[in-house]
């Protein structure tokens, strides 16, 4: 059983930040990537930056510049740095882990304010 746990959501101003936190526990025996996805209010879930087990990143282009994906392999634990964070940020953040599955995180909420 794999449980990812995500932490680190809230309110807050445009032009501010925040760091989200996943925690991957459980029967995790190769991890192929771990990313971070956004689903706002009535659109489809997106991707947001993902992190390669050679550690090779991606940003989705909305990410670029503001985002910063990061890991700590030992602890099974990945971190999106968030600056500069604008209004059309706000939705729901996910954790997915794929090894030879795809798990997802519950979510935790990202809202910013104008």
């Known amino acids: 059983q794999v449980q990812l746990v995500e932490s680190g959501g809230g309110l807050v101003q445009a032009g501010g930040s925040l760091r989200l936190s996943c925690a991957a526990s459980?029967?995790?025996?190769?991890?192929?990537?771990m990313g971070w996805y956004r689903q706002a209010p009535g659109k489809q879930r997106e991707l947001v930056a993902t992190i390669g087990s050679g550690n090779s990143l991606y940003y989705a282009d909305s990410a670029k510049g503001r985002f910063a994906i990061s890991r700590d392999a030992a602890k099974n634990t990945i971190y999106l740095q968030m600056n500069s964070l604008k209004p059309e940020d706000t939705a729901v953040y996910y954790c997915?882990?794929?090894?030879?599955?795809?798990?997802w995180g519950q979510g935790t909420q990202v809202t910013v304010s104008s």
């Open positions: 997915r882990l794929i090894t030879s599955q795809s798990y």
């Open positions: 459980g029967s995790i025996f190769s991890i192929n990537s």
